[in-house]
């Protein structure tokens, strides 16, 4: 005889988490294929949007459903959180790129195609990580990767922005560029987040 609950249960949130992450690494390979050229892919803006809705899409059912859900298999709040962290760094690839068109850049500078591997690298690791968080097994190399990544994303940032202070006379390609510098850091700054909170949850259900 077949066994009923009254009590919702729902254990896809994993599948979510992969997904999201299939976006993202989707993301990271748009935005590095859209600084590849002597002159940047200005519609490869309209891809990255395109994941950026992808992206929150997933997250809003997810969350919705989460709501409707009383046993999880994680608590709600970390569900929560690392929804709303692979979320973030979608919104900040989609966020550089729309500058990029925006702005009509037309040569890249130093840091944007350094930044943009290292978030590609950075996703990959993500992906990596969350097929792996079911199972809570194997994710160390992967947190502690994405943490390194992050650690040099901060020291390209620091040399871009200073180059482009000491090498850019035109005071509005400065605000321009520092924009995009800073966008594409903030991205490696969220995946961070999500390696974060990946390795919180390992620890705590260990």
């Known amino acids: 005889m077949a066994r009923f609950s009254l009590i919702p249960k729902d254990g896809r949130f994993f599948d979510d988490?992969?997904?999201?992450?299939?976006?993202?690494?989707?993301?990271?390979?748009?935005?590095?294929?859209?600084?590849?050229?002597?002159?940047?892919?200005?519609?490869?803006?309209?891809?990255?949007?395109?994941?950026?809705?992808?992206?929150?899409?997933?997250?809003?059912?997810?969350?919705?459903?989460?709501?409707?859900?009383?046993?999880?298999p994680l608590d709600r709040e970390d569900i929560h959180?690392?929804?709303?962290?692979?979320?973030?760094?979608m919104d900040m690839m989609d966020a550089a790129?729309?500058?990029?068109?925006?702005?009509?850049?037309?040569?890249?500078?130093?840091?944007?195609?350094?930044?943009?591997?290292?978030?590609?690298?950075s996703t990959q690791q993500i992906l990596l990580a969350t097929q792996r968080l079911e199972s809570r097994q194997?994710?160390?190399?992967?947190?502690?990767e994405i943490n390194r990544l992050e650690n040099?994303?901060?020291?390209?940032?620091?040399?871009?922005?200073?180059?482009?202070?000491?090498?850019?006379?035109n005071a509005i390609e400065?605000?321009?560029w520092k924009e995009i510098l800073d966008l594409l850091e903030k991205a490696t700054d969220e995946c961070e987040d999500v390696a974060n909170e990946i390795e919180g949850v390992v620890v705590k259900y260990a």
Not at 46 to 69: F, G, M, P, V, W
Not at 81 to 89: E, I, Q, R, S
Not at 152 to 169: N, P, V
């Open 152 to 169: 040099e994303a901060d020291l390209i940032h620091r040399e871009a922005i200073g180059r482009l202070f000491s090498e850019e006379q």
């Open 81 to 89: 959180t690392l929804v709303l962290y692979l979320d973030n760094v």
């Open 174 to 176: 400065v605000l321009k």
């Open 17 to 72: 988490f992969i997904h999201m992450a299939q976006v993202i690494d989707k993301g990271s390979a748009v935005l590095v294929d859209m600084l590849a050229g002597d002159t940047p892919r200005w519609d490869a803006a309209d891809e990255l949007k395109a994941l950026e809705h992808s992206c929150d899409q997933i997250a809003h059912d997810a969350l919705h459903r989460l709501n409707q859900t009383f046993v999880t």
């Open 97 to 121: 790129g729309g500058c990029i068109r925006l702005y009509r850049v037309q040569a890249p500078r130093y840091g944007a195609r350094e930044l943009a591997a290292i978030i590609q690298k």
């Open 138 to 144: 194997g994710l160390e190399p992967m947190v502690v």
